[in-house]
């Protein structure tokens, strides 16, 4: 039976749309993400739908507060988890904000990063495969599975539409 772990995953897109908002998991020693960049995001609770889970997440590491989001993408990940767990995720473009962004959370330092150089930070492989879908202007989302084993991807297939 297949029961993944639900997560979401956001990136928040700053104004001028030459940045994005990451977090660098650098607080936690125990955290499996730990040393990486990664989007704003987390496990879905029992009694969310996976929008108000972006938005809590969002604003529980950011400050942030979510207007305008746009789902880009889903991705099976198989074998992610520490244990070998399936987590499947959501992946949202973040357009619209407001609040204050705190400096960082309890899991790490948080950062805008430019896109033309989201390749040279250390984060996990397979987001790489991903991550022009998130910001290009396709407005079709993109469907993918992303077998891990080992904290590494094995293989990656999508569709989009």
């Known amino acids: 039976?297949?029961?993944?772990?639900?997560?979401?995953?956001?990136?928040?897109?700053?104004?001028?749309?030459?940045?994005t908002l990451m977090i660098h998991r650098n607080k936690r020693f125990g955290d499996p993400h730990?040393?990486?960049?990664?989007?704003?995001?987390?496990k879905m609770?029992?009694?969310?739908?996976?929008?108000?889970?972006l938005k809590r997440e969002v604003y529980e590491e950011s400050g942030l507060l979510c207007e305008e989001a746009t789902?880009?993408?889903?991705?099976?990940?198989?074998?992610?988890?520490?244990?070998?767990?399936?987590w499947f995720g959501?992946?949202?473009?973040?357009?619209?904000?407001?609040?204050?962004?705190?400096a960082s959370s309890e899991e790490g330092d948080l950062?805008?990063?430019?896109l033309d150089e989201l390749h040279l930070l250390p984060m996990w492989e397979g987001d790489k495969y991903f991550l022009d879908m998130v910001f290009d202007d396709d407005p079709r989302p993109f469907h993918g599975?992303?077998?891990?084993?080992?904290?590494r991807p094995l293989s990656w297939k999508y569709s989009r539409g």
Do not use: H
């Not at 039976?1 to 995953?9: A, D, E, H, Q």
């Not at 609770?45 to 889970?53: A, I, L, T």
């Open 90 to 102: 959501f992946i949202y473009r973040i357009d619209g904000f407001s609040g204050v962004l705190k």
């Open 45 to 53: 609770e029992r009694q969310e739908n996976v929008f108000s889970c």
């Open 111 to 114: 950062r805008w990063c430019r």
């Open 71 to 86: 789902l880009r993408g889903t991705v099976n990940w198989a074998g992610f988890g520490s244990k070998g767990e399936d």
């Open 145 to 151: 599975y992303m077998p891990y084993r080992d904290g």
């Open 1 to 19: 039976m297949y029961t993944p772990i639900l997560v979401t995953l956001g990136f928040i897109l700053s104004q001028d749309g030459e940045k």
């Open 34 to 42: 730990f040393g990486k960049y990664n989007g704003l995001g987390g």
